[in-house]
């Protein structure tokens, strides 16, 4: 499906972009085999295949879900000037 040189400033349009008459012709172009090759892979049966997540059979290596640092949160915010309830308060910014 070719694309039109309308619709293809159109889009530039939408994006905020500038587009100079002697590039959009090229851009024309180019857009028009992209939407081709996106109707191709459209094209495509799919009906059979599984989705995966990954192109290799692997699976993810975990590690045990456990506290190894200690909770030293009080004696960090003895360093902030303001903190409240184990949050640090800081001044208003928006009104």
Do not use: C, W
């Amino acid at each position: 499906m070719p694309l039109t040189r309308d619709q293809v400033q159109h889009i530039a349009t939408l994006a905020r972009l500038k587009l100079a008459d002697a590039e959009l012709d090229d851009v024309v172009d180019k857009l028009s085999r992209i939407v081709d090759f996106v109707d191709q892979l459209q094209a495509a049966r799919t009906d059979d295949v599984l989705p995966m997540a990954h192109p290799l059979n692997m699976s993810q290596r975990l590690r045990a879900d456990e506290v190894t640092e200690p909770n030293e949160r009080d004696r960090i915010q003895k360093n902030a000037s303001r903190v409240e309830d184990g949050y640090y308060l800081v001044p208003r910014v928006i009104e």
